[in-house]
């Protein structure tokens, strides 16, 4: 989960100015397809949460309202409501909306608790950890703390096994390169790091790769 920058990409044309009582559910196909592919521009072609690469294709995804939408009419149109998430049922849009749905405190959470990975930087809250799993960071106060943990149970980031094993193997190169690299010494092991980060961004699970990368250089 990283940082998304709306300003990079487009606004859709049918989410400027709807009239009064139009919903997400009035849209047209040709409508979602261009949401669809602003968003798929924006997150590059990966999952807004888990950071896994899906495909271009409708059923590789889906649109998911950030604020969901049976308890937020008002925002079902709204562009900074919208994200594109996979569509793993365990894990997070799917898993959101199932935490929407269900009565009781297992589930419940209040959305204002939740990162919005448009809004606020999600590094700035979670660390991700080389074992691929992924942490609240040390030095959070109390409400940053409990915002960091709704996240990680609501979007379901920790107790996949699928992600977690994801993102070790998608960690298991560098560790190689970087245990290679030490016995060279330091220049040619800086230049690696400075050349890996350059590019962790662009890929999936690049979070967790760019948090390892990171760690190795300090």
Not at 79 to 88: I, Q
Not at 109 to 124: Q, R
Not at 173 to 198: C, D, K, M, W
Request: glycine share 6%.
């Amino acid at each position: 989960m990283h940082f998304l920058d709306r300003n990079q990409v487009s606004t859709p044309a049918c989410l400027f100015n709807p009239p009064d009582g139009r919903t997400y559910s009035h849209l047209r196909g040709a409508e979602t397809e261009e949401i669809r592919r602003e968003l798929l521009a924006l997150q590059g072609q990966r999952c807004a949460y888990c950071e896994r690469r899906t495909g271009d294709q409708r059923d590789h995804g889906h649109i998911e309202h950030f604020r969901d939408q049976s308890g937020h009419d008002h925002l079902t149109l709204d562009w900074n409501n919208m994200f594109w998430s996979c569509n793993d049922e365990q894990t997070c849009g799917k898993h959101n909306d199932k935490c929407c749905k269900v009565e009781g405190p297992r589930c419940r959470f209040e959305p204002a608790d939740l990162i919005d990975p448009a809004v606020d930087d999600p590094e700035t809250y979670l660390l991700f950890v080389s074992d691929g799993t992924v942490a609240p960071r040390s030095e959070l106060d109390d409400y940053a703390r409990r915002r960091a943990l709704e996240t990680i149970r609501v979007f379901h980031l920790n107790n996949s096994a699928y992600l977690t094993r994801a993102r070790e193997d998608a960690l298991r190169p560098f560790t190689r390169s970087v245990n290679a690299l030490i016995a060279l010494g330091a220049e040619p092991f800086r230049q690696y790091i400075t050349s890996e980060l350059q590019i962790a961004s662009e890929v999936p699970f690049g979070t967790a790769i760019k948090h390892f990368l990171t760690s190795q250089a300090i």
